[in-house]
């Protein structure tokens, strides 16, 4: 039996290390002391874990539990060449032309037409509640764009957006007139600077109390940070990657192709019993059985790293 969280076991996920934020598992037994409590057999003994994740270890933490998590309601998040997405003013996207912040060849550049205009890509997905949090992000890497916008539309012109200058890192929130006249909430917002001139921003809340849709697009601008401009129908002025739209507040990116995913949260012990070392009440650690119990959380810490919580049952 592999032990964790040191290594993960298996061909899939070789090399990665996964360790506690602080060497340390908290105790949710209601009673006992520490030494009783470490030598206990009870099948219900929980704790609360929290590791500490690199952006790209999150797929081997979700290749080693098994998860079956699906959160990201979007379609082709990696394939913006697709006809998936809708755009205005783009000569052509270039698939699969730049290395993305994973390191895999699988990032698009977007080419814009020589119009006169704005120039962006988009999807719209419909079917959420009204007044539902919902989130979008995405990864950008400008290439003569100085400026990328992403927005949220709700119904008819209400929306908000984040514009980030990729030269600077100043970014700000944009809304409309009707944003305000339709109760929209923005619950959260940012940018994040990555390795290679990648930049993820992302936007949370809701753009009017009712709409029942999110419009995610992605616009450019020149390299002054203009907006209605013509490009050379040729160059390539910036590549996406990891488009991402989830309920609730930001997440980890989760990759989707063709087909639309379930909205399925919950992980159901799926690495099975795993041997972990508990250090309890400063005791000598010992390595016991656990499994998971629920579905984790994700906070984002600082940089491209992510803290990720989970109740385990330990015997």
Known sequence: MAAFPFSLPGPLVQGYSISPLDGTLRSDMDSGLARVRLRSTARLDRVEATWRLRT????????WVGSSESYNLLQCSQDFANAYWGSARIQSRQPDALAAPDGSLSADGLVPNTELGDHYIERNVTGLPPMSEHTVSVNVRAAGSRDIQIYAFGTGNALHSVKLNTETGAAGLIASAEYTSGAGVTTDWGVQALVGGWWRMWLSGYPNASATNRRFRIRLTDAA??????????????????AQL???????????????????DGLQGGAGWFEITLHLGGTKPETRLARFVGAPSYRMHSQAFWDVSAALEVR
């Open 56 to 63: 790209d270890e999150l797929a081997a933490w979700r290749a």
């Open 225 to 242: 940070g203009v907006g209605a401009f013509a490009g050379d129908g040729v160059t390539a002025t910036a590549y996406v990657w990891g």
């Open 246 to 264: 989830s309920a609730g507040p930001l997440r980890p990116y989760l990759p989707t192709r063709t087909t639309a995913p379930a909205s399925v």
